[in-house]
């Protein structure tokens, strides 16, 4: 899928504030993980613009606080926002908390701005949303931190560390870059670093990590599938058994050829999407589909039951199922209604029209179907996500317009070539976004761990007996290199 999925916004898993960039996060509180009582929202006035000392406006910035844990003369951890509103359960549990009993920390996590309850402006528009910037995060961070160093009588030699999965992770290892002085070292997990226009490496890794799972037999399942699918949508007779066998919200036109692209592109997330977050301990926070991995699809996939298309009909009823999904929206048209709304209290503000901005004007990462050896056929190209940037915020949001911007980005941030120090890069085999990030280590003050068998953030979750031993030993080192770092 090259963006954010229109079918899943009800109902989506609840990561978005912590670790995303996939899918914008549920819309519901996710369930209590523990007894432990959870931290009230908390407001910080944060400037609008960092950037321009004249403009004076203000809003309130959302943020949580767990000073149970803390010693005086004790490090402070800052969870870092995502693309979703940030959840108060990772203020009790997670296990940034185990190394913030560990080191008798202060905890703060901080929502990221447009996203949540943090409303910097009145609405979404194209106007406002120009202040929607990694950039403006990295500033809101920092005025953040000073105000807490004053308001809670820190030490000016107080160590701060950074926390972050997926972009959070990419916004730890940049304000470690960007604001040196204000946080000492950075735990960044997941984070893709090389901003990227086409994003094609995405399907090579989904890929890999299903043969690698379960086979040469799940590849070939699955492209069988596609290939019967690609009969269906070339004939109009097709048309109306895809509209009953997909439980389509509204009959399905071929003729339309955007909607053919979405339409491709819900189905191929199925399998995305799961290996994305494969065996993930993402329950805790209330994903619904946490128990559906590559080896159930597979299963399915794989058995002998119907044919190929059958099959695939029957992998999306499982994950509709487990959305409490009636029927596919695959239109278009539809997606583009909810991500042109700009009202911050509307149904349709899942964080889709905020992160596809952010995807546009700094990062690509267009998860396209332009890589060869992949089983989903090639109905996601590289237009298709440039056409939505230009009907969501303008004509002038082109492909060269995003082309420069992410040329800017590299320029700004240096891509994967991180020049700074206490900053430790986690990544998973099996996650797709390990392929923008950095997976090898430049020297011991910049390492970096791959983790074999995992997926995105898996180290971030709380530990469980199933865990892979990899596992286990990645969450020991980052705690080792934490201990070792404010130290120094």
Same mark, same amino acid.
């Given at each position: 899928?090259?963006?954010?999925?229109?079918?899943?916004?009800?109902?989506?898993?609840?990561?978005?504030?912590?670790?995303?960039?996939?899918?914008?996060?549920?819309?519901?509180?996710?369930?209590?993980?523990?007894?432990?009582?959870?931290?009230?929202?908390?407001?910080?006035?944060?400037?609008?613009?960092?950037?321009?000392?004249?403009?004076?406006?203000?809003?309130?910035?959302?943020?949580?606080?767990?000073?149970?844990?803390?010693?005086?003369?004790?490090?402070?951890?800052?969870?870092?926002?995502?693309?979703?509103?940030?959840?108060?359960?990772?203020?009790?549990?997670?296990?940034?908390?185990?190394?913030?009993?560990?080191?008798?920390?202060?905890? &703060?996590? #901080?929502?990221?701005? =447009?996203? @949540?309850?943090?409303?910097?402006?009145?609405?979404?528009? %194209?106007? +406002? $949303?120009?202040?929607?910037?990694?950039?403006?995060?990295?500033?809101?961070?920092?005025?953040?931190?000073?105000?807490?160093?004053?308001?809670?009588?820190?030490?000016?030699?107080?160590?701060?560390?950074?926390?972050?999965?997926?972009?959070?992770?990419?916004?730890?290892?940049?304000?470690?870059?960007?604001?040196?002085?204000?946080?000492?070292?950075?735990?960044?997990?997941?984070?893709?670093?090389?901003?990227?226009?086409?994003?094609?490496?995405?399907?090579?890794?989904?890929?890999?990590?299903?043969?690698?799972?379960?086979?040469?037999?799940?590849?070939?399942?699955?492209?069988?599938?596609?290939?019967?699918?690609?009969?269906?949508?070339?004939?109009?007779?097709?048309?109306?058994?895809?509209?009953?066998? &997909?439980? #389509?919200?509204?009959? =399905?036109? @071929?003729?339309?050829?955007?909607?053919?692209?979405?339409? %491709?592109? +819900? $189905?191929?997330?199925?399998?995305?999407?799961?290996?994305?977050?494969?065996?993930?301990?993402?329950?805790?926070?209330?994903?619904?589909?946490?128990?559906?991995?590559?080896?159930?699809?597979?299963?399915?996939?794989?058995?002998?039951?119907?044919?190929?298309?059958?099959?695939?009909?029957?992998?999306?009823?499982?994950?509709?199922?487990?959305?409490?999904?009636?029927?596919?929206?695959?239109?278009?048209?539809?997606?583009?209604?909810?991500?042109?709304?700009?009202?911050?209290?509307?149904?349709?503000?899942?964080?889709?029209?905020?992160?596809?901005?952010?995807?546009?004007?700094?990062?690509?990462?267009?998860?396209?179907?332009?890589?060869?050896?992949?089983?989903?056929?090639?109905?996601?190209?590289?237009? &298709?996500?440039?056409?939505?940037?230009?009907?969501?915020?303008?004509?002038?949001?082109?492909?060269?317009?995003?082309?420069?911007?992410?040329?800017?980005?590299?320029?700004?941030?240096?891509?994967?070539?991180?020049?700074?120090?206490?900053?430790?890069?986690?990544?998973?085999?099996?996650?797709?976004?390990?392929?923008?990030?950095?997976?090898?280590?430049?020297?011991?003050?910049?390492?970096?761990?791959?983790?074999?068998?995992?997926?995105?953030?898996?180290?971030?979750?709380?530990?469980?007996?199933?865990?892979?031993?990899?596992?286990?030993?990645?969450?020991?080192?980052?705690?080792?290199?934490?201990?070792?770092?404010?130290?120094?």
């Amino acid at each position: 899928m090259s963006l954010l999925l229109p079918w899943l916004l009800p109902v989506l898993a609840a990561l978005g504030g912590v670790c995303g960039l996939r899918r914008p996060p549920l819309l519901m509180p996710p369930p209590r993980a523990t007894e432990v009582p959870l931290p009230p929202d908390q407001w910080y006035t944060q400037r609008l613009d960092h950037f321009q000392p004249t403009d004076q406006r203000t809003w309130q910035q959302r943020y949580y606080t767990n000073d149970s844990f803390y010693k005086p003369g004790g490090p402070v951890f800052l969870m870092i926002g995502g693309e979703g509103p940030a959840s108060p359960v990772w203020m009790v549990t997670g296990q940034w908390i185990e190394y913030a009993k560990q080191y008798n920390a202060l905890c &703060f996590q #901080l929502e990221h701005r =447009f996203y @949540g309850k943090s409303y910097p402006t009145e609405d979404m528009s %194209v106007e +406002n $949303l120009r202040y929607l910037s990694s950039e403006q995060a990295l500033a809101d961070l920092a005025a953040f931190s000073a105000a807490m160093t004053s308001e809670y009588s820190l030490d000016a030699d107080a160590r701060w560390v950074a926390f972050g999965g997926s972009y959070p992770g990419s916004l730890a290892a940049w304000y470690r870059l960007k604001y040196p002085h204000m946080v000492h070292a950075a735990v960044s997990t997941s984070a893709p670093l090389l901003a990227k226009t086409n994003f094609l490496e995405y399907l090579q890794v989904v890929t890999d990590s299903i043969e690698a799972k379960s086979g040469d037999q799940c590849y070939d399942a699955i492209q069988e599938a596609f290939t019967e699918l690609e009969v269906l949508l070339a004939d109009e007779v097709g048309w109306a058994a895809l509209s009953q066998q &997909f439980k #389509l919200c509204s009959p =399905f036109n @071929g003729s339309v050829v955007l909607d053919v692209s979405n339409l %491709v592109s +819900n $189905l191929a997330d199925l399998f995305e999407g799961t290996v994305q977050y494969n065996e993930d301990n993402r329950g805790f926070e209330g994903a619904k589909d946490a128990n559906i991995t590559i080896n159930v699809l597979c299963d399915v996939m794989t058995s002998e039951e119907g044919n190929a298309i059958d099959r695939l009909a029957q992998v999306n009823q499982l994950l509709m199922t487990a959305h409490d999904q009636q029927c596919l929206d695959h239109t278009y048209d539809s997606m583009m209604k909810q991500m042109q709304d700009v009202d911050f209290s509307s149904p349709n503000n899942s964080g889709m029209r905020q992160w596809i901005y952010q995807t546009c004007t700094e990062f690509g990462w267009y998860q396209t179907s332009d890589y060869g050896r992949q089983p989903f056929g090639h109905h996601m190209p590289l237009s &298709f996500s440039v056409q939505q940037c230009m009907d969501a915020y303008g004509a002038g949001f082109n492909r060269s317009f995003i082309d420069a911007s992410v040329a800017a980005t590299n320029v700004n941030y240096g891509a994967r070539a991180l020049r700074t120090k206490r900053v430790v890069l986690v990544n998973g085999s099996i996650d797709p976004w390990h392929a923008m990030g950095l997976t090898e280590s430049a020297d011991d003050q910049r390492p970096a761990i791959y983790i074999n068998g995992t997926a995105h953030c898996a180290n971030m979750y709380p530990a469980r007996p199933e865990d892979l031993p990899d596992l286990v030993s990645a969450r020991q080192r980052v705690g080792d290199l934490i201990g070792q770092w404010l130290q120094e």
